[in-house]
């Protein structure tokens, strides 16, 4: 096979994905827009989690209930351009299928519990016994030993990122820890670090003929960024905690209100020349003691009331530019309407669209990772669950058009349900002004 | 050092944008060069600072993230010397829009594949916009959920700098697939990071596709979420525990041990049993379970829980965390040393790999590799 210039760089990779909500599911949407074949292996009697969630505007509607699994959002936003394969891993048929096509892949990624793949026989001694070479790539919450003692402890999403430390650095100086509600820190560095372990693995395997064996502790992983906090207690006792939105390299960093409801701005203003920029636009508003950075520092509460004072005068979108045309960091504490009519996000195509089976078609967010000669490519939407289950079998794993009936009537595998049922999202016919050159989403 | 990208050369030019990535690297086995003024990296000036090391010397930023790296120290108005330590690099890191410095500006290697990892992008409106891990978090939608209802939203972890280190993850994933292609088609090409596409690819709980789904503003609900009861963060006798229950058997496991701990026969009346019915009397609910989590200390609750099969982690500290008994066990910690050679406590390698990849060496002193390089 000639290589050229513009393949993208996983052509002819393929990975047996075993994902469920985000952290492996991310991982292989990296892959898949870089040319990967991705398997989502789903299982209908242990659905991934976004597949429960379904959508909200289908709540009520009972004629669409057995097509919900492929209305949430989440399924395109993490599943993209992957090819859905169902197959019931508990069922001797079914686990033999996987199997197969185990065999013709090049990488399996996991975020399945650790425990949960040697009870179903998908750890990485049973994987490379049927495929030696293999890039096995597994993000379990404690890591693969079974004698470390929370090996069995189950953790995930929201529970997580309070374990790693992040909730405690969460939050104004003298509150309680605020907690991270909307964001899972650990799922997403686990993901991106799990590509960054499969790519490292697919070049020795290429370089070497060898496969690897790479376990993310999603607790070890996470914890890997707090190097400077763990030396600093080591060194000094110091237990390094939430400062709200202030910086430990300097002042003013805050953020704050301006003129409207829940309307803010977040300024970052740390450095001299920072400062000096900032002074020139507050003026008198400020007292003149703080152009002393120690003052600034040790002051901060008067600092950030006289800022506080200033900017409630002002629309913060208005603000925003005016600071930034001075020179300053700063930006409107966005909202999700705010996101929606964010113009610079939309005009750098951070909204795709493509086809889906079951919705004609769907958004969902860009690749943050940008290469210039091999940009990516996004093949379909999220697939529709078993979507891909028979030309998989077929194509992948050779099987006979009868022998995949027959595993299907075994209950070993299953394919899309109801193909033939398809609806639109109620904002279908919004969807373009998601996309650049458009006029402003504001008035959706 | 040895390592899957040994014989890899890169050069970082950048400050905490691209650290992260430049230390997994160099953990990895390639020759990482940080490239610092005579004045030194601004790592360097980043606090918490050790004692009794003067400076530049005495960050624990720049002691933690350089690892493994070489230190050589090019005046940026010398073009050649730039021309000569960028000559053989693989990958250049930097975070700066092209042609607004020498370095930007500066003709490189064909083969060199540049990643530049960037506030808003190379393209777009808001190109020339500064940034910073807060400027991020407000730029992605997090910002403004995460917090008390009557205190200003927070940035989340805002110390740690995660926009940062995702927007370092997010280039090393893509200078890993441009060297990948480079060595398939023998083409280097360049990588793009927007930091606030970093952040905005790690929330999209807050994102348009959720929000177009169910229209619902986001607002910040402190440290519980009314999608469950309970659902957050309880007090306990030494800090907090983060408690998610949603799933029917997570509720049955969690009533029983608040009733069997406090006596309480209310709260496993199966009334209860409904998700909604909890979220509607959250208060009462909150009440019982603290009744229960003001006994014990977070890993009590959090073994006992676990046990129960309950979702319950602890709220660690940095203090609870270096003492937690699961690390220990595992060996996770390792040590680096400092220029005085005091050694420190340190993470140990961020993934477990059956091949022999990651091995760490201290963090350089100021030029301590620009004769190597330079001579």
Known sequence: MTVTETDLPLNGIRVFELGIAIASPYCGKLMAHFGADVLKVESQTSPDVVRILGSAWLKDRDDLAAIASDTSPYVSEMNASKRSVGLELKTAEGKAAAMQLLAECDVFLANFGARALVDLGFDYEAVAAVNPDIVYVQLPGFGSNEDLPYYPFVAWGPNQAPLVGMDDFTGHAQDPPAGIATVAPPDYMSALHAAIATITGLEQRDATGEGVHVDISQFETTLALLGPFVMDYELTGTVHTRMGNRSMWGSPQGVYPCSGDERWIAISATEKQDWEALRAVLGSCVDSDFDDPLIRVSAQDRLDEQIAAWTAGFESEDLAGRLQAAGIAAHIVSTNEDLLHDTHVTSRQWYQVAESTRLGRDVFTNSPVKLSRTSGRWTGAGPSMGQHTREVLSEVAGMSAGAIDNLIAVGGAFEQIDPEMTTTRPWEDWIHLLLPGTEDARDL | ?375
């Open chain 2, 1 to 375: 050092m040895s390592g899957p990208y040994s014989g890899l050369r890169v050069v970082d030019t950048t400050g905490l944008a691209g650290a992260y990535a430049t230390r997994l690297l160099a953990g990895m086995g390639a020759d990482v060069i940080r490239l610092e003024p005579p004045e030194g990296s601004p790592l360097r000036r980043l606090g918490p600072f050790a004692e009794g090391i003067e400076p530049p010397e005495n960050s624990l930023w720049w002691s933690y993230l350089a690892m493994g790296s070489q230190s050589v120290v090019i005046d940026p108005e010398d073009t050649e010397s730039l021309t000569k330590v960028l000559a053989e690099a693989d990958v250049l890191f930097e975070d700066r829009l092209p042609n607004t410095s020498k370095l930007s500006t500066q003709d490189i290697n064909p083969k060199t594949i540049r990643t530049r990892i960037l506030p808003f992008g190379l393209t777009g409106p808001k190109r020339d916009w500064r940034s910073s891990n807060l400027i991020a978090w407000a730029a992605s939608g997090i910002l403004y959920t995460t917090g008390f209802t009557d205190r200003a939203p927070v940035a989340p972890a805002a110390p740690v700098q995660l926009a940062y280190h995702a927007s370092a993850a997010s280039a090393l994933v893509g200078t890993l697939l441009a060297l990948r292609s480079r060595r398939l088609t023998g083409v280097a090409q360049e990588v793009e990071i927007s930091m606030q596409e970093a952040a905005l690819s790690i929330a999209p709980e807050t994102g348009v596709p959720m929000f177009m789904d169910d229209r619902v503003h986001r607002e910040r609900s402190g440290n519980r979420r009314d999608l469950g009861r309970p659902f957050g963060l309880y007090p306990c006798q030494d800090g907090f525990v983060s408690i998610i229950v949603l799933m029917p058997r997570h509720w049955v496991a969690m009533s029983q041990w608040v009733a069997e701990a406090t006596d309480n026969e209310s709260i496993v009346e199966e009334v209860f049993a409904d998700n909604a019915v909890r979220v509607e009397a959250r208060d009462l609910i909150d009440d019982w379970v603290e009744e229960l989590t003001q006994r014990h200390t977070r890993l009590e609750l959090f073994e006992e829980g676990q046990r129960r099969g309950i979702p319950i982690t602890p709220v660690n500290t940095i203090e609870a965390l270096v003492e937690d008994p699961h690390l220990q066990v595992a060996d996770f910690w390792q040590t680096t040393s400092l220029q005085d050679d005091t050694e420190v406590k340190i993470p140990g390698a961020p993934f477990r790999s059956s091949s022999a990849w990651w091995s760490m060496t201290p963090a350089p002193r100021l030029g301590q590799h620009t004769d190597q390089y330079l001579s």
